[in-house]
């Protein structure tokens, strides 16, 4: 059977990404691998000869979207069968490391299944598969280094912003949450990579570079000489480097704060004065239920402390509503905390029960009405208060980073991480402008490019 089509091309590339940054930097990853192996990228599974499911596990019924994506994905490659051309199918990501063994189950179609610390592999087992050759259809191995080190180094990279993954899995085992059974625990790059690999990515013209982890901000690395390196030192190295202008980084643990990241925050200009804090409720009794290993108090030291270090500083976070056992006033307490913190923008969910995490087999379940009631209210108030920031910008000379085209509009990012739109010009696309704002909504900005 002929992988190629009839007429007579590269084989065609289709990945879906579900989930956040990180899958979103392993699917750039994935692709680069294939592309240096001849393949081709196209947007649909139609006609593709290799589609990647690259998944997430941390929402609910993230695995039941998969199988029915999977299902519909079937039916093309059948299809194809019966033109004598062959689709593979790979699923990859954290469905794949919590349920290998249960996709091939329910859906034995699929030809190969990979972890996130396995997906290096997947060159050399799509070429067995292609040669009619028998693999081990799931490989889930946890060898980080193993990764990174197979990993292209050259980065396919058309934009003017990207991700550069610096510390993977986690360690802080969080009662409703699954990454450190999908991720597997804290592992740090070496910071020499991390430079050569951010290089690399200016050369290509990135001039904006987010810096990923699962808690990133417990990153960990050495140095070339073997010295322990903390994220607030890897970011000052950073900063250093010519034709990089912005950098940020995400996700983050109030734990994991430290003296030289404070540092950075005062000193690094390129740094953005923007952090994603996630503290998840505002309760000390939920808190110590979902094992965050903070309190109120200590997280709102941190916010303290990176208030002095950069006065202009805004935060987002993430909470979960609903949790086991939450009161109305541990529900209040999430509201004053609201209130309190300079939030410019937050993700607020329902808690979801996720299987094998302790949270799972709580007591005293929230029901779906009360968690939507809290839901929709914690979001009034969110909202409010995005609004309320992004109306301060009005009449204001902001510098804007272009990087999309919507229609007759070009679309950038704030230093805040706003979307701001103005009438589109080529010329301002991939490149850092000066906007005068006109408008200002509930989640985005107008203006008028003035540079």
Do not use: W
């Amino acid at each position: 059977m002929n992988i190629l089509t009839n007429n007579n091309t590269a084989p065609k590339i289709y990945i879906k990404t579900y989930g956040c940054q990180m899958n979103s930097y392993d699917s750039d990853r994935m692709l680069e691998l294939f592309l240096s192996n001849g393949y081709k990228p196209q947007n649909t599974y139609q006609g593709a000869n290799l589609v990647i499911l690259n998944t997430c596990h941390i929402r609910e019924k993230a695995s039941e979207k998969v199988y029915s994506e999977l299902g519909k994905i079937n039916k093309e490659k059948q299809l194809l069968s019966k033109e004598n051309k062959k689709m593979v199918i790979a699923v990859a990501g954290c469905v794949a490391q919590a349920e290998g063994d249960q996709i091939i189950k329910r859906a034995p179609y699929v030809d190969v299944i990979v972890g996130p610390q396995s997906y290096h592999n997947l060159v050399g087992l799509v070429q067995r598969i292609n040669q009619n050759k028998t693999i081990d259809k799931v490989n889930l191995d946890f060898i980080e280094e193993e990764k990174f080190d197979h990993l292209p180094e050259e980065r396919v990279q058309n934009n003017i912003s990207a991700f550069l993954s610096i510390q993977e899995g986690c360690d802080k085992f969080c009662t409703y949450c699954v990454v450190p059974y999908t991720r597997g625990a804290e592992f740090s790059r070496p910071a020499e990579k991390i430079i050569s690999e951010a290089k690399t990515l200016i050369d290509s013209g990135v001039k904006e570079i987010t810096l990923l982890g699962q808690n990133v901000n417990a990153y960990h690395g050495t140095d070339d000489k073997g010295n322990s390196i903390s994220l607030g030192k890897l970011i000052m190295s950073l900063e250093e480097l010519s034709g990089l202008e912005r950098i940020r980084y995400t996700t983050s643990h109030p734990n994991d704060m430290h003296d030289e990241l404070y540092e950075a925050h005062a000193g690094c200009k390129k740094l953005m004065p923007y952090l994603h804090l996630p503290v998840q409720s505002g309760s000390n009794k939920i808190l110590k239920l979902m094992n965050r290993k903070h309190k109120i108090e200590t997280y709102l030291e941190v916010i303290k402390k990176l208030e002095i270090a950069r006065p202009d500083i805004v935060f987002s976070s993430d909470f979960i509503v609903g949790f086991p056992g939450e009161t109305e006033q541990d529900f209040n307490d999430t509201l004053k905390l609201v209130e309190q913190v300079n939030f410019a923008g937050c993700y607020s969910f329902k808690f979801s029960s996720r299987p094998g995490t302790p949270a799972a087999n709580y007591e005293n379940h929230i029901s779906e009405e009360i968690k939507s009631s809290r839901l929709q209210e914690l979001q009034s108030l969110i909202n409010k208060k995005q609004y309320d920031f992004n109306k301060s910008f009005l009449d204001k000379e902001i510098s804007i980073l272009f990087d999309r085209k919507n229609g007759d509009q070009l679309i950038g990012r704030s230093s805040y991480l706003q979307p701001v739109c103005v009438p589109y010009n080529a010329k301002y696309f991939n490149a850092i402008c000066t906007v005068k704002i006109s408008h200002t909504g509930p989640h985005s900005l107008n203006g008028d490019v003035t540079c």
